[in-house]
């Protein structure tokens, strides 16, 4: 400072002038950098509302379109969920009625209520025609099932085939007869077999299939 002074001393007037010029605009400088600064902040803040605005502007958007898409999902999930039941309960009326109609077809001994020839062939219609109402259904209707269940549906269909055509099969060499006593042995033991198979283990078959049913539809 006391060099100023006695510059000031020195030099005269002029140097006032120098100095308070560089004193001012140092302040003036300092003023516009402020302003600038400020004007800046109020620009980000500005360009910071209106990039908020845009975010809350798409997450309504996304919101509204995430709404919509889960409407349309619960609408066909239900519509499906309600064909998919349908075709269990129909799926599962037929093989009760398959299996009920092999039970009976697969006894080892009838009572003849009026005539013997005649119910048998009643018989074999019945589960003839259980047969094909249970795979013409199924058929067009496995895709409501996953691969493995479309598997054991499609397994029992075959299984109930080749069990009512062997027991068929040695039923009608019992009547047309001229079997040796081997013959009627082997065929015995097999279609007492095939009567405790379809009794006993089918009966297992199809309670797996009735849990699997239900987890499907939703019953505990």
């Known amino acids: 400072m006391e060099e100023v002074v006695k510059l000031v001393l ?16 140092k302040k003036l400088i300092e003023y516009f950098f402020d302003e600038a600064i400020e004007i800046r902040k109020l620009q980000l803040n500005q360009n910071l509302e209106g990039f908020k605005g845009q975010i809350e502007q798409q ?14 999902f619960n609408i066909r999930f239900s519509k499906l969920h ?16 398959l299996h009920s109609a092999m039970v009976i077809f697969t006894r080892r001994v ?9 119910e048998e062939e009643e018989r074999l219609i019945s589960v003839n025609k259980a047969l094909n109402e249970f795979h013409n259904f199924f058929i067009p209707n496995r895709i409501f099932f996953n691969k493995v269940l ?8 075959k299984e109930y085939w080749n069990k009512g055509w062997d027991f068929a099969s040695m039923h009608g060499q019992f009547k047309a007869g001229g079997l040796t006593k081997e013959i009627v042995k082997s ?15 089918f009966v297992k078959l199809i309670e797996d ?7 499907m539809l939703g019953v505990k």
């Open 59 to 72: 997450n309504k958007d996304f919101q509204h379109q995430l709404d919509r898409t889960l409407n349309e």
């Open 82 to 97: 309600e064909e998919r039941a349908e075709v269990i309960k129909e799926l599962y009326k037929r093989i009760v009625e």
């Open 209 to 215: 299939l009735e849990n699997e049913f239900r987890q």
């Open 10 to 25: 020195y030099s005269g007037p002029s140097v006032l002038v120098i100095l308070a010029g560089l004193v001012w605009g």
């Open 187 to 201: 065929y015995l033991e097999k279609s007492r077999k095939i009567t405790e198979t379809i009794e006993t283990d």
């Open 110 to 118: 009838h009572v003849v209520i009026d005539n013997g020839d005649k």
């Open 150 to 157: 479309a598997g054991k549906l499609e397994n029992l269909s």
